[in-house]
């Protein structure tokens, strides 16, 4: 079955830029019925929409985010990334990467990322 | 921009029913999905198009949609269910996904 799998730093300093990749097997992201999203989760909080792409490359981003925010789509290597700058503490979070059709499903197991000098 | 609100918590005692909320203006329009989240684990889709349910969710697992409010309703309780509960639309006035800001459910 289709899984997704998030991989990264798990640690970034502040004022640099957080880069992760979803890995997506058992499917193609080619898939003209879905979208594929980022969501993140800071400690305690609850789910943020990060963005969403679509495999031609069409992005939407959480506006309170878009100055800073780049998801890309690699469909050679079935993966999308997410590269968000200038990060700050407010940005320590879980992130997920998500298959979205009209709702996000399935969800990748989650990668924590921290901000800290 | 569109705003989901959720009680932050709901208490419930095994074999009860559990009702937790999903409040937007005139949500009833848009289509609702719920997640559930144990802690430590990635959310898990468990209603979909309001009230519909993915294959293995239990059918004591129902949802509601009309005027201004959403609702998750998991009858006879079980311990197995305490967890975070999120409502997620999208807001097709702004092409955005929408969460809400999630309620954590306790089986007393």
């Known amino acids: 079955q289709l899984q997704l799998q998030e991989s990264g730093p798990g640690l970034v300093k502040p004022s640099e830029t957080l880069s992760l990749t979803c890995t997506v097997s058992?499917?193609?992201?080619?898939?003209?019925?879905?979208?594929w999203g980022w969501v993140r989760q800071p400690p305690g909080k609850g789910l943020e929409w990060i963005g969403t792409?679509?495999?031609?490359?069409?992005?939407y981003y959480n506006p309170s985010l878009k100055s800073r925010l780049t998801i890309s789509v690699d469909t050679s290597k079935n993966q999308f990334s997410l590269k968000l700058s200038s990060v700050t503490a407010a940005d320590t979070a879980v992130y997920y990467c998500?298959?979205?059709?009209?709702?996000?499903?399935?969800w990748g197991q989650g990668t924590l990322v921290t901000v800290s000098s | 921009s569109y705003v989901l609100t959720q009680p932050p918590s709901v208490s419930v005692a095994p074999g009860k029913t559990a009702t937790i909320t999903c409040g937007g203006n005139?949500?009833?329009?848009?289509?609702v999905h719920w997640y559930q989240q144990k802690p430590g684990q990635a959310p898990m889709l468990v209603i979909y198009?309001?009230?519909d349910r993915p294959s293995g969710i239990p059918e004591r697992f129902s949802g509601s949609n009309s005027g201004n409010t959403a609702t998750l309703t998991i009858s006879r309780v079980e311990a197995a269910d305490e967890a975070d509960y999120s409502c997620?639309?999208?807001?097709?006035?702004?092409?955005?996904?929408?969460f809400g800001g999630g309620t954590k459910l306790t089986v007393l």
């Open positions: 998500a298959r979205k059709g009209n709702w996000f499903d399935p």
């Open positions: 058992g499917g193609s992201i080619s898939s003209s019925s879905y979208y």
């Open positions: 792409i679509y495999y031609s490359g069409s992005t």
């Open positions: 005139n949500i009833g329009s848009k289509t």
């Open positions: 198009f309001d009230s």
């Open positions: 997620q639309v999208w807001d097709s006035s702004s092409d955005h996904v929408v």
